[in-house]
């Protein structure tokens, strides 16, 4: 809902037709989409009916009937079939008058009309007479009151009641029991609950409520049958057309893996065997050389089938110079095919045959139980992608590291570039970073799907109740799809990944780690290995009370904790240097790899406002990272007390967090007590902390 300049006018956006966006020729965006919506809606809906009442919960009280095919039970009900949307770009909407109910400040009548057809063909009387005072003009203002429920009703604020028929139809009687169809709403000051409308013709007043048709027609007669549905559950809340409660959009937004197929394709259940060797031979689990059947099944699969027979040839004519006995002429050839075999390696088109451990395989397994937004495993694959594909090509990321042209004011000059080149070393070592790249055009995809009235999430409490919330698609299209706004995108991102040596010895000293995984394993395996479900809204993160602590302090959760913590810090130091908004920001962690991406978001188009802050204040922002001072938070040891993460410090706008700012703390970074759903409560050591002893310990050049 929204209101026009002046207060005036309130109406409600609806969808209409527009520019639909085809996707056939770019079917990984399209089925990413889809992917991340079937994940969110089974979140949605295992996270509702896992409330705990005295009456069930319905999976129909949880998801619109776009998302959901009632014919099947439990998370096998959640279907997101194409031909029910349209994918549309959100640059034309719609919008009708709403709330269609006004009250006459003369008289205090009330009238409300089903449409705005309605309105014009019955218009507002202009005059209002009054006992005593003759005909008087009539100041009609629409009622900035609505009614909403969580099943996602939202109406004006009417005097008429719905009632159940015989024949089990839920209808609005438009009148009073005595006939009359005229009501007055008497204001006793500003709280809802002094309100009255009050009968015309029989001065009967009725409280300022409304049941929830949707939730009558489905309760009310079960409730008939003796299942302990309440009231409370059907009656719908009056609040302010303009509060929160109105609406929250749902939205999801993910970056664009459209030059590699195979990031969506490994998460399929029928390449198990196939990503098990792709995380083992990410995070150095060993292995040999695969078989030529499966060196050529992998390049068909990566559409580089071309390139085999020069390969097979190679191996051919080897072959054949040993049988002759003839090793020196067969050396050449086995070199040759070994440097191709080497660049598909680079290239990820070819995997070594990894030997995976037991515990490895069981995650691969289980993964399918995994929030996607939080899968380790997933993120490692696109984090392998993303380094392929972006930062290894040149021109796509520059490597802050180094001098460039338009990101360092110091080009041209040796002794300058060489200055910035020590003086930024040593800034990102002071910080624990191993690499800081800037990637100019990050392709990134956000949709908005559907909405909720109340809550954001999927339960809110009412009347001491948890009631389950209803995600709702967006309405209808003239053709009867339901849209779904699609925003495509490239920006710019900094790319950071810490030094694996430094993490490794702050999991050893909070406890959790005993000693650095050998090479070749990476600390990722470990993680990965140890990985237990965070639940897609992170419930064991988020507790307050030390009696509901469930989980205890391990390498993921730690790990996260810390990428997440300095994710926000980057994101904070970039709003106080570039100008973006917090809220113009969001992140991307990358836990098994150590590292996160912090990337601009929005309807605009990108300014470079990130690399125009690294050429203009990148002194100025490293030294930010690493200064204690701006990892205090102005309420002291409140916010201590309460976990180390609160609104004055490193949490950030919700619709810019990953993680609905949970697994936050500044403790991660400076060292303080343990976050609250830690059940070892043992003081956390910070990141820069270690990073400095360490530092000191070395001696490098320059440290203080």
Known sequence: MFTWEGGKGACIAVPVEGAAIDFSARPIRRDQIIENLDEFCQSWLARGMSITRDAPVYEVQLLDSCFYNPMRSGAAGVEIGLDRFEFMRPDRMGYLP????????????????????????????????????????????????????????????????????ADGEVRKIPRCQCGSEEFKLIKQGNQFSLWRFRCTG??????????????????????????????????????????????????????????????????????????????????????????????????????RASQWPAYEAMRMQERAMREAGNDVQAAPFAEAAGLMLQGWYDAGDVVREAVATPELEAQIRARGDFARRFDPIRSTVEHDALRRRKIGISGEAHDLRQVHADLCAEYGVPELEQAYVQRVGEDLGRAGIQDAYLIRNLDMVEFSFGFTRVSATPMTVQKDRPMPVRLMGFPSLPNHKRPIYVIEQQNEALYIRLQPDAVAEYLIRNGVLETAPAAPRTLGATLIEQYQDFGPFLQGFSVRDPASRERSRDVPALVYLLLHTMAHHVMQG?????????????????????????????????????????????????????????????????????????PACVMVPETSCIAGNQLLSRAALVGGRAPLWDMDQSQLQGYFEIVHDLRSASGPPGDA
Request: charged share 20%; aromatic share 10%; hydrophobic share 35%.
């Open 574 to 646: 970039i709003a106080r240097f570039s100008g973006l908004d917090l809220g113009s920001m969001s992140e991307a962690i990358f836990p098994a790899d150590l590292a996160f991406l912090v990337h601009r978001r929005g309807m605009t188009e990108d300014l470079g406002n990130i690399s125009s802050m690294w050429r203009d204040h990148n002194g100025a922002f490293l030294h930010y990272l690493v200064a204690r001072r701006e990892l205090r938070c102005g309420s002291g040891t409140l916010c201590d007390h309460r976990g180390g993460a609160c």
């Open 202 to 303: 029989c001065s009967a007043e009725r409280e300022v409520y409304q049941t929830d048709p949707f939730s009558l027609s489905f309760l009310k007669s079960r409730m008939d049958q003796g299942v302990p549905h309440q009231w409370s559950e059907i009656n719908m809340i009056p609040v302010s057309y303009r509060a929160s409660p109105v609406f929250y959009v749902q939205s999801a937004r993910f970056i664009v893996y459209d030059a590699d197929p195979e990031v969506v394709a490994l998460m399929q259940p029928s390449r198990h065997s196939d990503l098990t060797a792709k995380i083992a031979a990410l995070h150095g689990y060993g292995g040999a050389d695969p078989s030529d059947q499966r060196i050529r099944e992998q390049l068909q699969a990566k559409g």
């Open 98 to 165: 709403g709330p269609l109910v006004y009250r006459c400040d003369t008289c205090e009548k009330v009238r409300e009309y089903i449409s705005a057809a309605h309105q014009v063909a019955d218009p507002l009387s202009p005059s209002c007479s009054q006992e005593g005072s003759g005909t008087r003009e009539c100041r009609w203002r629409q009622l900035d009151v609505v009614y909403v429920h969580w099943s996602g009703t939202l109406e004006g604020l009417s005097p008429y009641r719905y009632s159940v028929g």
